[in-house]
């Protein structure tokens, strides 16, 4: 079955790029999705199908897919990027989340 | 503005049962698979069930197969999803999230603001 390994914390300075990898066996061949969850809020979707964004979601987020890693990137991370992110991803009709990834930015 | 709103939460011996609804607005129910998805106290998110637009196919995560059932109805833009002998590891916020079915490939676009179950004696 299908497992997504995500590292527990990132760190990145305000206005740098930061990197957040989602590995899994085959990943490359599925699609990925990452979702941002802020303390006591819901999870939002911030990147579908790999590297599309939803409407909404700034122009910042990016993402990418091939191999075994899945990748967010924020270039010119803001405080407001502080959260903690999820990738995710099917396996056959199962969906599987990675452990989330906490964004610190200082 | 599209709203999930999750109900029926609360405290709960082991080996009872609950229902948990989720309310939709905003949105046309029937163009939207639907999803529960559950956070344990300081976890991450684990995807439990879903639910296809015309209620003709349901897929669940082990976890919970054989004990949690999905079901909605169209009628009332409601998804439920019955639980049955809830151990203390069901313990968590449960959001439910709508799937639109026009996508590629299956999302979580919208999220409710969850409902918090805990099973304890």
């Known amino acids: 079955s299908l497992d997504l390994t995500q590292p527990p914390s990132v760190s990145v300075s305000p206005g740098q790029t930061a990197s957040i990898p989602c590995f899994g066996d085959?990943?490359?061949?599925?699609?990925a999705c990452w979702y941002q969850q802020k303390p006591g809020q819901s999870p939002v979707l911030v990147m579908y199908q790999d590297s599309k964004r939803p409407s909404g979601i700034p122009e910042r987020f990016s993402g990418s897919n091939s191999g075994n890693t899945a990748t967010l990137t924020i270039s010119g991370t803001q405080a407001m990027d502080e959260a903690d992110y999820y990738c995710?991803?099917?396996?056959?009709?199962?969906?599987?989340f990675g452990g989330g990834t906490k964004l610190t930015v200082l | 503005e599209v709203q999930l709103v999750e109900s029926g939460g609360g405290l709960v011996q082991p080996g009872r049962s609950l229902r948990l609804s989720c309310a939709v607005s905003?949105?046309?129910?029937?163009?939207?698979?639907m999803h529960w998805v559950r956070q344990a106290p300081g976890k991450g998110l684990e995807w439990l069930s879903r639910i296809n637009d015309d209620d003709s196919d349901t897929s669940y995560a082990d976890s919970v197969k054989g004990r949690f059932i999905i079901s909605r109805d169209n009628a009332k833009n409601t998804v439920y999803l019955q639980m049955n002998s809830l151990r203390a590891d069901d313990t968590a916020v449960y959001y439910c999230?709508?799937?639109?079915?026009?996508?590629?490939?299956?999302?979580?676009?919208?999220w409710g603001l969850g409902t918090q179950v805990t099973v304890s004696s």
């Open positions: 085959g990943l490359g061949d599925k699609y």
């Open positions: 905003g949105l046309t129910f029937s163009d939207y698979w």
């Open positions: 995710q991803a099917w396996d056959s009709s199962i969906a599987v």
């Open positions: 999230s709508a799937d639109p079915l026009q996508s590629t490939a299956r999302i979580f676009d919208y």
